[in-house]
């Protein structure tokens, strides 16, 4: 599958974005999707995961309580609210996609496809 991430751009520290991530066609609801984010000079960190069906779900420790990751399969859409967003938040946001449970979907060395990325940005 092939994806697309949009959404991101520039927020005042604690302000709210959504990013999307839009698989090319139906087997889309075959793959678990992460976000992952990266920085100059930095690995590609997980950030959350959603298994196929949106029932189970999983999120790095300083994201819990104000990311949600959400997908809608008729839409072959995969989602990110951010919410309280901090500057340390600023990266380059990337959806990633493997076919799979949601353990496939928590290491960028398991993703088998990537999307684009989008930039967030969040300013003091």
């Known amino acids: 599958v092939q994806l697309q991430a949009s959404g991101g751009g520039l927020v005042q520290a604690g302000g709210s974005l959504r990013l999307s991530c839009v698989g090319s066609d139906r087997t889309f609801s075959t793959f678990a999707v992460g976000w992952f984010r990266q920085t100059p000079g930095k690995e590609r960190e997980f950030v959350a995961a959603i298994s196929r069906s949106g029932s189970m779900r999983s999120y790095a420790e300083d994201v819990k309580g104000r990311f949600t990751i959400s997908r809608d399969n008729a839409r072959n859409t995969a989602y990110l609210q951010m919410n309280s967003l901090k500057p340390e938040d600023t990266a380059i946001y990337y959806c990633?996609?493997?076919?799979?449970?949601?353990?496939?979907?928590?290491?960028?060395?398991?993703?088998?496809?990537w999307g684009q990325g989008t930039l967030v940005t969040v300013s003091s």
């Open positions: 990633g996609a493997r076919w799979g449970p949601i353990a496939n979907a928590q290491s960028a060395t398991d993703i088998g496809s």
